[in-house]
Nanobody, 128 residues
Framework: QVQLVESGGGLVQAGGSLRLSCAAS????????MGWFRQAPGKEREFVAA????????HYADSVKGRFTISRDNAKNTVYLQMNSLKPEDTAVYFC?????????????????????WGQGTQVTVSS
């Protein structure tokens, strides 16, 4: 099973930017579609973005489209989430997750249900 470790969270003012990283180890990275999710206090974990195994295909939640960019570097076994124009409502714990080998259409349609391996999360706090 793949191990995932997130980093890059922190405190930022509204309108600012952060870049999250997720380092994967333990299995062949290109086997996995990768995703970012977030969970705010008192709320359910929600989908943020996903990227296909090759990095060619991406998918975003409407709430972050145009502000966040997901990417991956398969040579470094790392997936990134560039977050721009941050808002207080983006405050949450952000989780990296891996889906092993499902078709991209399944990842897009099932979102959180498609992901079986999870990191521990990194806190992002956006102040107003």
């Amino acid at each position: 099973q793949v191990q995932l470790v997130e980093s890059g969270g922190g405190l930022v003012q509204a309108g600012g930017s952060l870049r999250l990283s997720c380092a994967a180890s333990g299995r062949t990275f290109t086997t996995y579609n990768m995703g970012w999710f977030r969970q705010a206090p008192g709320k359910e974990r929600e989908f943020v973005a996903a990227v296909s195994r090759s990095g060619v295909s991406t998918h975003y939640a409407d709430s972050v489209k145009g502000r966040f960019t997901i990417s991956r570097d398969n040579a470094k076994n790392t997936v990134y989430l560039q977050m721009n124009s941050l808002k207080p409502e983006d405050t949450a714990v952000y989780f990296c997750a891996a889906n092993e080998g499902a078709p991209w259409t399944v990842v897009v349609s099932q979102k959180i249900r498609a992901f079986g391996s999870w990191g521990q999360g990194t806190q992002v706090t956006v102040s107003s």
